[in-house]
């Protein structure tokens, strides 16, 4: 590893060995001890869905590392199986990042969840990707998983959080698992959630620290700010329960509920595994399926968009979270044609970099260098290649991975860039950016893709 540590990040286009180089240094920089932060600068503690896509990547270079990224992951979630969007490094000075352990509360506002008395944690969740990254990283050393009963320790609590998101969670008859946070979906301040948010009345009192970090022009305005944080001191009011919370904001989102998909499914190959029933879980996915389909598809625009529950319509906005859900695989065909035809067109197709941008390039609120407005992000683009993939859409899916890995170098592992020039954006050297396109460049060869 130190000699991994001695090569520079690659800042240009290069072969694909300084790529791995680059790419494994900037977790090996990242990594904390017992897990990765996504930026050193930006986000000091660890992240929920981050870890997941990082164990995806770490796997390449250390399986342990991989299994103890998820792990420790697991190490914050509470009694009534939620996995928290954050666990605190309680190393970390309070002042590093907002909000703080000291804003959410979670030991003690948290109890009646269940909440672990350490570490603290946040009180809200981000996409349920962990089942599918445990089963990428038990099946790039199987062996050694195995022997460590790595698949055994992870399934019970992989379990609770799913039946957490479809109990508490399915705010609607019927529905899907709801998210209550522009946070929660992971694109927080997408074209989608505003007018959702706009009904929300803004906090006043708070000290952003991402500005100290983070260019002003590519992070959340201060009002949006003021909305995240307001709902979340709301949902803390109500000791984060989700049976007496009034949810002011309560969205279905397609990329969320995808993500539940796949996981479910890869929770069906771990329970075959371990000599379980896989059943309960490929059944659940059949119907989750079934329901992303009925209430989030929308013809009209060739993809999925997101439901608002306090109105009960869909959100006239094109996301990249409507992309995603090529990645289920049973996925009726029709479907399969017009999500690709619109990642092609137009809306999603910025054919400077090959990415996709986070909101539709032709949109009223595209912004092409604000988080989540316009910028192409990489773990959605490595959503999206596996999605291709499993359609059988290789010569798509190899398009799309090379614009990663060839995006990824060439930003010096942005967390996210201008779709039309390649512009860095954001943190470098951040994490997942880093981890998926070391994944990318191990799929070839990757048996565990199926
Ligand atoms: C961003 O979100 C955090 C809040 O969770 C922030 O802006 O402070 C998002 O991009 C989210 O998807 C990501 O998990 C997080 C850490 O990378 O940063």
């Known amino acids: 590893m130190k000699s991994l540590l001695e090569q520079p990040a690659p800042t240009a286009p290069a072969d694909h060995l300084t790529l791995r180089r680059g790419a494994a240094r900037v977790l090996i920089d990242n990594w904390t001890g017992s897990s990765t932060v996504p930026s050193r600068t930006l986000y000091p503690h660890q992240w929920s869905w981050d870890s997941a896509f990082i164990a995806i990547g770490l796997r390449h270079f250390s399986v342990r590392r991989a299994q103890q990224e998820l792990e420790s992951l697991l190490a914050g979630q509470w009694a009534d199986g939620r996995l928290p969007h954050i666990v605190f490094n309680p190393r970390v000075p309070y ?5 703080s352990p000291d804003f959410w509360q979670s030991s003690q506002a948290g109890r009646a969840g269940g909440a672990p008395a350490s570490p603290e944690t946040s009180g809200i969740v981000q996409p349920p990707v962990h089942a599918l990254a445990a089963w990428l990283v038990h099946c790039s050393d199987p062996a050694e998983s195995d022997r460590r009963g790595f698949l055994s320790r992870m399934y019970p609590g992989l379990t609770a959080w799913h039946d957490y998101l479809l109990t508490r969670r399915r705010l609607a008859d019927g529905g899907l ?3 209550i946070h522009p946070w929660e ?7 989608c959630w505003d007018r959702p948010l706009a009904r929300v009345e803004p ?4 000290r952003r620290a991402d500005l100290a970090n983070g260019n002003p022009a590519d992070r959340p305005t201060d009002l949006d700010y003021g909305r995240y944080v307001r709902l979340a001191e ?3 009011a109500a000791n984060y329960d989700d ?9 279905e989102d397609p990329a969320f509920n995808a993500l539940l998909v796949t996981s479910e499914l890869a929770l069906a190959r771990i329970a075959a595994h371990l000599g379980r029933s896989p059943e309960p879980h490929t059944e659940r996915a059949a119907q989750l399926t079934r329901t992303v389909v009925d209430r989030l598809w929308d013809d009209k625009s060739g993809l999925f968009r997101a439901r608002d529950l306090v109105d009960d319509t869909l959100i006239d906005e094109r996301s990249v979270a409507g992309l995603v859900p090529l990645i289920i695989p049973g996925l009726p065909t029709d479907l399969v044609n017009a999500l690709v035809e619109t990642l092609n067109g137009p809306g999603f197709r910025a054919p400077a970099t090959d990415l996709v941008p986070s909101y539709d390039l032709t949109g009223p609120s595209f912004d092409p260098k604000r988080y989540w407005r316009g910028p192409a992000w990489f773990n959605t ?15 798509d899916a190899r398009r799309l991975s090379r614009a990663v890995v060839t995006e990824a170098g060439r930003s010096g592992f942005a967390e996210y860039i201008d779709p039309a020039t390649g512009e860095a954006r954001g943190a470098r050297n951040f994490s997942w950016t880093a981890a998926l396109a070391l994944d990318l460049l191990h799929t070839d060869k990757d048996t565990s893709h199926d």
């Open 381 to 395: 683009a490595w959503l999206i290649e596996r999605g291709l993939r499993t359609h059988g859409r290789h010569e």
């Open 243 to 251: 049976r007496t919370a009034t949810h002011r904001f309560a969205v």
């Open 177 to 179: 698992a709801a998210v």
């Open 185 to 191: 979906p992971g694109m927080d301040n997408s074209p």
């Open 203 to 206: 906090a006043d009192a708070f």
């Open 234 to 236: 709301s949902y803390r």
């Open 95 to 99: 002042g590093a990042y907002f909000p």
